[in-house]
């Protein structure tokens, strides 16, 4: 069966999201790495897991690759 049509507009959203969360892992991160283990590092932590898998529907959906997966 055929995948579906994407148009370029939902395409270009696509990126634009993907961009966009790519540059907030990245602070989200940096921050992390700065903390302590406790509440806030563990709160971060699920922030990039739910960022990341955000990131990866919109990558597919664009027709971007991953560009901040680092763990």
């Known amino acids: 069966m055929?995948?579906?049509a994407v148009t370029d507009?939902?395409?270009k959203a696509c990126r634009l999201?993907?961009?966009l969360l790519d540059a907030f892992i990245e602070l989200?991160?940096?921050e992390l790495n700065q903390l302590p283990p406790g509440f806030?590092?563990?709160s971060l932590r699920e922030s990039l897991e739910t960022?990341?898998?955000a990131r990866k529907?919109?990558?597919?959906?664009?027709?971007v690759f991953v560009v901040?997966?680092?763990a």
């Open 28 to 30: 989200t991160q940096k």
């Open 51 to 53: 960022m990341r898998a």
């Open 57 to 63: 529907t919109y990558g597919s959906a664009g027709g």
């Open 40 to 42: 806030a590092e563990e």
């Open 68 to 70: 901040s997966n680092a």
């Open 9 to 11: 507009e939902l395409r």
């Open 17 to 19: 999201h993907a961009r």
């Open 2 to 4: 055929p995948a579906p």
